[in-house]
C-alpha cells in the first residue's frame, strides 16, 4: 500500500451536481496528480498542482477544478455533473516533477445519475 | 502528443509459463517509460520504470521490461508467471518535457490459469 488516501471510497450524485473529493499525499511529496478513469479504460490525466500551484491540464473542461493545501494534500471538484463523469478519480503523489514514479491513493467511486 | 498502445485486451497463460504484456508508445524525445498493475477495486500499483541505462528493467514481484528504442516497445514480462498475477496491467509513457503527467494505455487484462 501506498501513503497516498482518498475520500471519499465511494460517492452518488445526481445529474448537475457538485462534488469534492479529497486526497492526502504521501509522506515528503509536494506534487499531486488528478486522472479520471472511465470503466475499461486507462486513467486518462485532469491536472497536477505542484507546490499549491496548477502547473498541467489534461483534456478537461473548466468545470474540473482543484486546489492544493501548504500541507500538499489536495482537492478535486467537479461542477455541473454528467453522468459521462460516473467513473474511478484516482490522486497520484510524487516527490517533485522529476523522473520518478507517481504513487497512487486507492480511488474515489463516483456514480452519477 | 504523446500515446500508448496495448495491442491485447486480454492474454492468457497457465500457471508457471512465461508471461508477455506488450506496450508501444509514441512521445516526443526520450521517454520515460512505466509499468502499474491493478487490482478489482484498487488503485494502480507501481511495478517498474525506465528512465535511462540498461535497456532490461527488473521490477516488483519477479516482472522485467525490455525497453526497445527503435521499435518503441516496451514489454512487460516475467519468466513464470502466478495466479495472483491475474489483474489489470497498465503501461504509461512520459515525455521528458511533459511535467509529470503519465500517459496510460488502454489497459491489458491477464489472466493465469492454474
Known amino acids: 500500500e501506498t501513503g497516498v488516501t482518498q475520500s471519499p471510497t465511494h460517492l452518488i450524485k445526481t445529474r448537475g451536481q457538485q462534488v469534492t473529493l479529497r486526497c492526502s499525499s504521501q509522506s515528503g511529496h509536494n506534487t499531486v496528480s488528478w486522472y479520471q478513469q472511465a470503466l475499461g479504460q486507462g486513467p486518462q490525466f485532469i491536472f497536477q498542482y505542484y507546490r499549491e500551484e496548477e502547473n498541467g491540464r489534461g483534456n478537461f473542461p473548466p468545470r474540473f477544478s482543484g486546489l492544493q493545501f501548504p500541507n500538499y494534500s489536495s482537492e478535486l471538484n467537479v461542477n455541473a455533473l454528467e453522468l459521462d463523469d460516473s467513473a474511478l478519480y484516482l490522486c497520484?503523489?510524487?516527490?517533485?516533477?522529476?523522473?520518478?514514479?507517481?504513487?497512487f491513493g486507492p480511488g474515489t467511486r463516483l456514480t452519477v445519475t | 502528443a504523446q500515446s500508448v498502445a496495448q495491442p491485447e485486451d486480454q492474454v492468457n497463460v497457465a500457471e508457471g509459463n512465461p508471461l508477455t504484456v506488450k506496450c508501444t508508445y509514441s512521445?516526443?524525445?526520450?521517454?520515460?517509460l512505466f509499468w502499474y498493475v491493478q487490482y478489482p477495486n484498487r488503485g494502480l500499483q507501481f511495478l517498474l520504470k525506465?528512465?535511462?541505462?540498461?535497456?532490461l528493467v527488473k521490477g516488483s514481484y519477479g516482472f522485467e521490461a525490455e525497453f526497445n528504442k527503435s521499435q518503441t516497445s516496451f514489454h512487460l514480462k516475467k519468466p513464470s508467471a502466478l495466479v495472483s498475477d491475474s489483474a489489470l496491467y497498465f503501461c504509461a509513457v512520459r515525455g521528458r518535457a511533459a511535467g509529470n503527467k503519465l500517459t496510460f494505455g488502454g489497459g491489458t487484462r491477464v489472466l493465469v490459469k492454474p
Open positions: 512521445v516526443s524525445g526520450n521517454p520515460y
Open positions: 497520484a503523489s510524487s516527490p517533485g516533477q522529476g523522473q520518478g514514479e507517481q504513487y
Open positions: 525506465y528512465i535511462t541505462g540498461d535497456n
